[in-house]
């Protein structure tokens, strides 16, 4: 069975604190997202990976950082957290030579920044 | 750049009813299509897709949505709902490849279902 896991499903960080958030795929899928889901603003894609340290931007990367050192591992970085981050945070993946095209996502972490 | 209209954010409707959420897409070119469901306190999963072939799509628990070129839409229908279908909604479109040959999609910004009984 496919499965995407986050390492934290709820979060509570300080102002000013560096935050990781772990995503972890188990399909060997060559693409990993990560995104920000806010009431009545949907999903915002803030970088993707299509490979092995490559990342690509998305639409809202600013106070965002990613790491993907290995396929099956992404993650992001707050680097100094603040409370306009508070939100809901979401990985996705999908496969690249499947051609399925449809993504696999995390059951969130809920990220609180006070 | 791609846009993807949910034209509804909430749609109340009793149990046994049939519904519409409704999706619309700014790009006429060849696109892929989605419906995913997010249940509460839950990722996101998908519901059904378009890729080629019959402009209707259908899934397991009885939605189905129908492929509209013409009108750039993809909208999502069942025709009796039940209280567990209360759910948020996002339609998603693919249009081409992008960096590393990867399809990005854009999402709408969601349609909450209430099923009220």
């Known amino acids: 069975d496919v499965k995407v896991t986050q390492s934290s499903r709820y979060l509570v960080k300080r102002t000013g604190e560096k935050v990781f958030l772990e995503c972890v795929q188990d399909m060997d899928h060559e693409n990993m997202f990560w995104y920000r889901q806010d009431p009545g603003l949907g999903l915002r894609l803030i970088y993707f990976?299509?490979?092995?340290?490559?990342?690509e931007k998305g639409d809202i990367p600013e106070g965002y950082s990613v790491s993907r050192e290995k396929k099956e591992r992404f993650s992001l970085i707050l680097e100094s957290a603040s409370t306009n981050q508070t939100s809901m945070y979401l990985c996705a993946s999908s496969s690249r030579v499947a051609f399925t095209y449809e993504q696999y996502f995390g059951p969130g972490t809920r990220l609180t920044v006070t | 750049a791609q846009s993807v209209t949910q034209l509804d954010s909430q749609v109340p409707v009793f149990e046994e009813a049939p519904v519409e959420l409704r999706c619309n897409y700014s790009?006429?070119?060849?696109?892929?299509l989605f419906w995913y469901v997010q249940y509460p306190n839950q990722g996101l999963q998908l519901l059904l897709k378009?890729?080629?072939?019959?402009?209707l799509v259908e899934s397991i628990n009885g939605f189905e949505a129908e492929f509209n070129k013409s009108q750039t839409s993809f909208h999502l229908r069942k025709p009796s709902v039940h209280i567990s279908d209360t759910a948020e909604y996002f339609c998603?479109?693919?249009?081409?490849?992008?960096?590393?040959?990867?399809?990005?999609?854009?999402f709408g910004r969601g349609t909450s279902l209430i099923v009220h009984p």
């Open positions: 378009y890729l080629s072939g019959s402009t």
């Open positions: 990976s299509y490979d092995v340290k490559m990342k």
């Open positions: 998603a479109v693919s249009e081409s490849a992008g960096s590393g040959g990867s399809y990005i999609p854009t």
């Open positions: 790009s006429s070119v060849s696109v892929y």
